[in-house]
């Protein structure tokens, strides 16, 4: 996520607020904000081999808030786009920001973190905090003492094994022998990012929540076949039926509790396999299964000790990425019923606009979604030169109408 320092990966989320926000107020909750979370109060430097690092910073600058003027409910998308394309400042400012696009009586708040200090969960935490702050100034959010390096977490049984470490030395060889090869392919350029946006009404939502939970289906693995069999119906793209899923690593980490930032997600790659029937359900049921199936294989003192040594090779690693397209039709990051709170004192969230990013490599197309007020929300994001916007477009056509039609014939 850090991208060698040259590309911008950042992971953008925002509210609609109904209520007047003091400016003094909001500063002060960020500062809180700011002093409760190590990893906003970091930069990053770099080794004389090019392996990163983060450095807390104890006289960091407070995190800046840019403030617009606001003209419209759809201010917030344009800002959202400009702040997923816009770089930090990686040496003397925090990796976080905040845009404020303001009127008397309603306020849009765009947070903004980079990707290597933060997932989608930390973002929303960020979000809550501070409104909880606005609500209740003096409130106590309290410390902690992050971690110094992923390797804290592997036991030292496990870390100096001498069969391990000879595994991870000759993977890491192996990497680098390979990136030598690969990285003489030519980048492909990724310079026409958009950002496709749509909520589907309570009701409907309620009817779709409630399908899956008579048939026993998650809504993470019913919303997967959804799109995935929607993107094999355009017949002008290249279908792999085969996603990506990010998995939360808090679960494997009890270190590291919900409401502290992290950003070292697991991707377990699911693909849509051929079934006997057409029906959705049926479909989704074998593909969470798979799921659950891959996330229990999950050996987290692996991941961590195999990718904490690649870190030497990141520049190579980013140059690779870069001109590589992906064999899967997309990344998908399912948020779920998130934490927000429809009121904070006399503030109300009206809106909630689900966390994302635009990936500067691989294959940039990814779906997130969150539920909030009982409304599903969703957010592709992509490029022209993987998925055009028009083809995005039908993609989510037919999604919701496999969606909408599966449940009408399913008994809730």
């Known amino acids: 996520m850090y991208a060698n320092g040259f590309g911008v990966v950042n992971v953008v989320s925002g509210i609609r607020i109904k209520g007047n926000i003091p400016e003094k107020a909001l500063y002060d909750a960020l500062s809180k904000v700011q002093k409760r979370h190590p990893l906003l109060r970091v930069t990053v430097a770099k080794e004389d081999n090019g392996t990163p690092f983060f450095v807390e910073q104890k006289n960091i600058s407070e995190i800046p808030v840019r403030v617009v003027r606001r003209q419209s409910n759809e201010d917030w998308e344009k800002e959202s786009i400009a702040e997923c394309l816009s770089p930090f400042v990686l040496k003397d400012q925090p990796l976080a920001r905040l845009v404020w696009i303001k009127s008397d009586e309603i306020s849009d708040l765009i947070f903004v973190c980079h990707h290597c200090i933060c997932d989608g969960k930390s973002v929303l935490n960020m979000m809550d905090e501070t409104l909880r702050l606005l609500a209740q100034p003096n409130l106590d959010i309290g410390t902690y003492n992050s971690f110094a390096s992923v390797e804290d977490f592997i036991p030292d049984a496990i870390k100096h094994n001498k069969a391990n470490i000879i595994k991870v030395q000759v993977f890491a060889k192996l990497v680098k022998l390979s990136l030598n090869i690969l990285c003489l392919k030519k980048e492909i350029k990724r310079d026409q990012p958009y950002f496709l946006h749509w909520k589907i009404s309570r009701e409907e939502s309620a009817i779709i929540l409630n399908s899956c939970k008579a048939t026993q289906i998650s809504i993470h693995s019913a919303l997967s076949v959804a799109f995935l069999k929607a993107h094999q119906q355009i017949k002008q793209l290249k279908s792999y039926s085969r996603l990506y899923c990010a998995v939360d690593m808090r679960k494997f980490l009890p270190e590291v509790k919900e409401d502290m930032f992290f950003a070292f997600p697991a991707m377990i790659g699911l693909s849509l396999k051929a079934h006997k029937t057409n029906d959705l359900w049926a479909q989704a049921r074998t593909f969470k299964e798979k799921l659950q199936q891959e996330i229990n294989k999950i050996d987290v003192n692996k991941i961590f000790m195999y990718s904490n040594r690649l870190l030497q090779t990141l520049p190579k690693m980013t140059k690779y990425a870069?001109?590589?397209?992906?064999?899967?039709?997309?990344?998908?990051?399912?948020?779920?019923?998130?934490?927000?709170?429809?009121?904070?004192?006399?503030?109300?969230?009206?809106?909630?606009?689900?966390?994302?990013?635009m990936f500067p490599f691989g294959n940039p197309s990814t779906l997130f979604t969150t539920t909030f007020r009982g409304e599903i929300g969703f957010i592709f994001t992509s490029d022209e030169a993987f998925i055009p916007k028009e083809d995005a477009m039908t993609l989510k056509q037919n999604a919701m109408q496999l969606l909408i039609s599966s449940t009408k014939a399913t008994p809730c």
């Open 322 to 357: 870069k001109a590589e397209r992906g064999a899967h039709d997309f990344t998908f990051s399912n948020m779920g019923k998130v934490s927000i709170k429809e009121n904070y004192g006399i503030l109300e969230v009206e809106a909630l606009h689900s966390p994302s990013t």
